[in-house]
Nanobody, 119 residues
């Protein structure tokens, strides 16, 4: 089992920056690909960004490229999402997720943290 706890959400204005963090426990963190997802009201959950187990590769949705950066610190069992130039459409509950490096599905999810961007 992997337990994930997100933090860092809040209310900001358009154009502001916000940093989310996710702390993992329970298994060897470096064996897991970590991802961030979000779900806006009345919308399906969508992929935001992911980072490979060693941090060597990152992936981001087109909607956040150039604005959001995912990173991880395996020594601290943490993954981060730096969000810059926030837009009202970024408003959502943001979830941290983990999948074993050889798995195709994210099996572990955090409880989510709310990010609200006002115009």
């Amino acid at each position: 089992q992997v337990q994930l706890v997100e933090s860092g959400g809040g209310l900001v204005q358009a154009g502001d920056s916000l940093s989310l963090s996710c702390t993992a426990s329970g298994r060897t963190f470096r064996n897991y690909v970590m991802g961030w997802f979000r779900q806006a009201p009345r919308k399906e959950r969508e992929f935001v960004a992911a980072i490979w187990w060693n941090g060597g590769s990152t992936y981001g949705a087109d909607s956040v490229k150039g604005r959001f950066t995912i990173s991880r610190d395996n020594a601290k069992n943490k993954v981060y999402l730096q969000m810059n130039s926030l837009k009202p459409e970024d408003t959502a509950v943001y979830y941290c997720a983990a999948r074993y490096y050889s798995s195709v599905e994210y099996n572990y999810w955090g409880q989510g943290t709310q990010v609200t961007v006002s115009s």
